[in-house]
Structure formats: C-alpha cells, structure tokens
Nanobody
Framework: VQLQASGGGLVQTGGSLRLACTAS????????IAWFRQAPGKEREGVAC????????AYAESVKGRFTVSKDNAKNTAYLEMNDLKPEDTAVYYC?????????????????????WGQGTQVTVSS
C-alpha cells in the first residue's frame, strides 16, 4: 500500500504546476486525499483536501483561488493543480490518504488520521 507523488519542479513566479498522487494497493473511491507541504524551517501545513465520496474540497486560505485538488478514481490518482505560484509556495509537497474522511473536517484532522503518505515532491518557485 503506497502513494507516489510526482510533478514537482522549478517554476517562475506566476507559473503553474500539476502534482499527481498515484495510489497502489488501495482504492481511492474510499479515501480522501490531502496535500500537505513543508518549507525549510517551518512546520508542515495542510494545503488542500478532497473528500472520499462526494468530491467536496477544502483549501488553506493561502492557496484558495490558486490551487485546485481533484481525484480520478478510475485512474486511482489525485491531482493538485497549482496556478499563480509564489515564492512562498516553495516547499516539499506530500499527499496522504484518509479512509472515509471528509474535506469539511480537514482542519480538525491530525496527521495520524492519514495513512499512507507519499514520499514528497519538491516545488521551487523562483522570484
């Protein structure tokens, strides 16, 4: 059972990236997918979440209107579309799966509510 995050890279301010999180050994139909990020010297923060069932989404205030989380259950893959990127978006981005979790409660979940976690992908935004 694992998640594989990919799609990170170096982009200029204002640019776009799409991260992918591919699951193996589990069926995303039953799992919410959350994206977290951790910048150097900072705590890990939740960025976005999509529910296991009805496609409801939640976002951190800092990314609302710029990031979009989605999930393609047929491909067992989730995505984080990131537009209008800023230098403060620079971080290692992780995806994580939460069994039957709902995005409306994203702010209340603990890291331990999500399992498994992907290995992280680096996003660097140059100014």
């Amino acid at each position: 059972v694992q998640l594989q995050a990919s799609g990170g890279g170096l982009v200029q301010t204002g640019g776009s990236l799409r991260l992918a999180c591919t699951a193996s050994g589990l069926t995303l139909d039953y799992y919410a997918i959350a994206w977290f990020r951790q910048a150097p010297g900072k705590e890990r923060e939740g960025v976005a979440c999509i529910s296991s069932s009805d496609g409801t989404t939640a976002y951190a205030e800092s990314v609302k209107g710029r990031f979009t989380v989605s999930k393609d259950n047929a491909k067992n893959t989730a995505y984080l579309e990131m537009n209008d990127l800023k230098p403060e978006d620079t971080a290692v981005y992780y995806c994580a799966a939460g069994y039957l979790l709902h995005a409306t409660l994203f702010n209340f979940y603990r890291d331990s509510d999500f399992n498994p976690w992907g290995q992280g992908t680096q996003v660097t935004v140059s100014s």
